[in-house]
């Protein structure tokens, strides 16, 4: 293990995180605005917890805040295995995910940066996880994707969602079993972009594209709670 946050202090570790603010889900048509408010993003019983709120924060006319935070900046990785153990919030519309982004984002854009969707989730599909990996002419909807389907609500109790990564592939593991596994080959004559290093991300986004509509009895405040996240390597 070369990293890990195990949410076990009094306050989010500064070092290890940040916030994106802002509203609309950059291009995603999101219905909420994301802070860095405590009541958004906090530490509590030794979890990081990020809680969607149905509130009117005065900006933007948004009536949803949530939060987004991320290592950019701060921790980037580059191959392994990188693991959460997270329980999901329940309710139609609402689209929690545990992601990575190319660190030279800020200057090659998406989706040449390269995106490691790790899971997804969208509440009107309890059974549902969905890993994905974006890049140049593979992104949005032709992104290289796997649906999973459990058999039983993922957001009833806590579990394990993974990758592991090298240089010429990618497989993604729901507590423990591997289902998924996309290579160079897969890309085929397109860039692969996941030869460089990557920063992690935690958001709760509400509505948008994917996640959908948000209904009367989607719950709120509802609560993404992250139990660590670990980083591993293998020794050389």
Excluded at 82 to 89: S, T, V
Excluded at 149 to 167: C, M, P, Q, S, V
Excluded at 186 to 192: F, I, K, L, N, S
Aim: contains cysteine.
């Amino acid at each position: 293990m070369i990293w890990h946050d195990e949410f076990d202090g009094s306050a989010i570790d500064a070092s290890n995180w940040t916030y994106d603010l802002g509203g609309g889900g950059w291009g995603n048509g999101e219905m909420e605005i994301y802070t860095n408010a405590p009541e958004n993003a906090r530490v509590e019983n030794g979890l990081l917890v990020i809680e969607a709120r149905k509130e009117d924060n005065g900006q933007g006319g948004f009536k949803f805040t949530s939060a987004r935070l991320k290592t950019q900046g701060l921790q980037t990785f580059q191959y392994g295995r990188i693991e959460a153990h997270i329980k999901l919030p329940a309710g139609k519309g609402l689209w929690p995910a545990f992601w990575m982004l190319g660190e030279n984002f800020p200057l090659a854009g998406w989706p040449d940066c390269g995106e490691i969707d790790i899971m997804e989730y969208v509440g009107r599909e309890p059974d549902l996880i969905i890993g994905t990996m974006h890049g140049p002419g593979y992104s949005g909807a032709v992104g290289l994707s796997k649906w999973n389907r459990l058999g039983f609500n993922a957001a009833e109790d806590f579990h394990t969602y993974a990758i592991e990564w090298d240089t010429n592939q990618i497989s993604w593991f729901f507590d423990g079993e591997k289902y998924s596994t996309y290579t160079r080959e897969d890309v085929g004559t397109r860039q692969w972009v996941f030869d460089q290093p990557f920063f992690i991300i935690l958001n709760l986004a509400i509505g948008g594209t994917l996640g959908g509509l948000v209904t009367p009895d989607t719950p709120f405040p509802s609560q993404y709670l992250v139990d660590y996240v670990r980083v591993y390597q293998a020794v050389p």
